[in-house]
Nanobody, 116 residues
Framework: QVQFVESGGGLVQAGGSLRLSCAAS????????MGWYRQAPGKQRELVAS???????NYPDSVKGRFTISRDNAKKTVYLQMNSLKPEDTAVYYC??????????WGQGTQVTVSS
């Protein structure tokens, strides 16, 4: 059974940093492309970072240069380092497969709140 457990969120002032973690289980983690997503109140879920099995990464312009995704295949964990946080980064953050074809259940997410 595929599971994702996100952690590391919290309340931080604008300009601050947080490091999110996502522990994955139930599949061959090292062979799969992973993504970090976020959903703010009243908005659609959006992809904020992705990492392929080759460790190639990609980011939308809204977070490029501020967020860094990484993975530890031995620990089956994907990380999201978030620096220079802005109030508009406030959302619940989730991890999941990069490809929606493999989406099943989602974890509980981790709340990130950035105060101005």
């Amino acid at each position: 059974q595929v599971q994702f457990v996100e952690s590391g969120g919290g309340l931080v002032q604008a300009g601050g940093s947080l490091r999110l973690s996502c522990a994955a289980s139930g599949f061959t983690f090292s062979l799969n492309a992973m993504g970090w997503y976020r959903q703010a109140p009243g908005k659609q879920r959006e992809l904020v970072a992705s990492i392929l099995w080759s460790n190639s990464t990609n980011y939308p312009d809204s977070v490029k240069g501020r967020f860094t995704i990484s993975r530890d295949n031995a620990k089956k964990t994907v990380y999201l380092q978030m620096n220079s946080l802005k109030p508009e980064d406030t959302a619940v953050y989730y991890c999941n497969f990069l490809s929606s074809r493999f989406w099943g259940s989602w974890g509980q997410g981790t709340q990130v709140t950035v105060s101005s």
